[in-house]
């Protein structure tokens, strides 16, 4: 059996040159985390951080949808419990979002990742009830992730 690349499980693509993710070891190993605690095999997570552009076009291309959203998430897995998937986030998206909802950038883009990253475990966003749901996964998720970099959640485990 040949073992796969755990760096190369979770991989993070530019689109777009004005911006890059730093302390990415740091949250690919809270991601397979959060796979872990929701019960999902992760064999490949692609992220894409495009513009606005990008995204408006594969959301027309792919889903028959014209408007602008900060995230698309296409599963292409063939089991529900074996995660394969590109996420694609629109950098300009997040940054309008993280000032309309007076926060930072980081922790805007954070709550994206995460938010696509629940999509891919099940989570739905499609009733008022699973709005609800997974709104509160993401604060659970984004709380988590704090600790994580401060690195006391490790101890609370």
Not at 117 to 124: A, E, K, N, R
């Amino acid at each position: 059996m040949v073992k796969q690349d755990s760096s190369r499980v979770i991989q993070f693509h530019y689109q777009t040159r004005s911006f890059t993710f730093n302390h990415r070891l740091k949250l690919k190993s809270f991601l397979k985390h959060i796979f872990k605690k929701e019960r999902k095999t992760l064999n490949s997570l692609i992220f894409v951080f495009c513009t606005d552009d990008y995204v408006l076009d594969m959301n027309n291309r792919f889903l028959s949808h014209d408007f602008f959203t900060d995230i698309l998430t296409f599963d292409l897995s063939d089991s529900p419990k074996q995660v394969i998937a590109e996420i694609y986030i629109s950098i300009d998206r997040v940054r309008e979002n993280a000032l309309y909802f007076k926060t930072s950038f980081r922790l805007e883009l954070h709550r994206v990742v995460f938010h696509g990253v629940l999509h891919l475990c099940g989570y739905t966003d499609k009733t008022k009830e699973e709005k609800i749901q997974i709104k509160k996964k993401e604060e659970y998720y984004l709380r988590k992730h704090a600790n994580w970099q401060s690195s006391t959640w490790n101890n609370n485990r």
